[in-house]
């Protein structure tokens, strides 16, 4: 059974930095694309970043420039770096590989 844990969530003040990770158990994750999605407080979940198998990555507009995803295959582990953080990116983040979705980490953007 697949499953997928995220960590590194926290407070931070606007302009600060973060580094989720997503652990995975159950698979072997190198031949898979890693994806990024948060939800904010009254708003559907949506799209952040995708990191392939290959390591090629692909960005929300909103995020480019400041968030890297990344991924360490002999960890089982994607991360996702967050850079120059803005309150609007307040959010619940989650992983998800195939069908498989982590329980979500807080993500708070504020003075």
């Known amino acids: 059974q697949v499953q997928l844990v995220e960590s590194g969530g926290g407070l931070v003040q606007p302009g600060g930095s973060l580094r989720l990770s997503c652990a995975a158990s159950?698979?072997?994750?190198?031949?898979?694309?890693m994806g990024w999605y948060r939800q904010a407080p009254g708003k559907q979940r949506e799209w952040v970043a995708t990191?392939?198998?290959?390591?090629?990555?692909n960005y929300v507009d909103s995020v480019k420039g400041r968030f890297t995803a990344s991924r360490d295959n002999a960890k089982n582990t994607a991360y996702l770096q967050m850079n120059s953080l803005k309150p609007e990116d307040t959010a619940v983040y989650y992983c998800r590989m195939n069908d498989a979705w982590g329980q979500g980490t807080q993500v708070t953007v504020s003075s």
């Open positions: 990191i392939t198998s290959g390591g090629n990555t």
């Open positions: 159950g698979v072997i994750v190198s031949g898979y694309p």
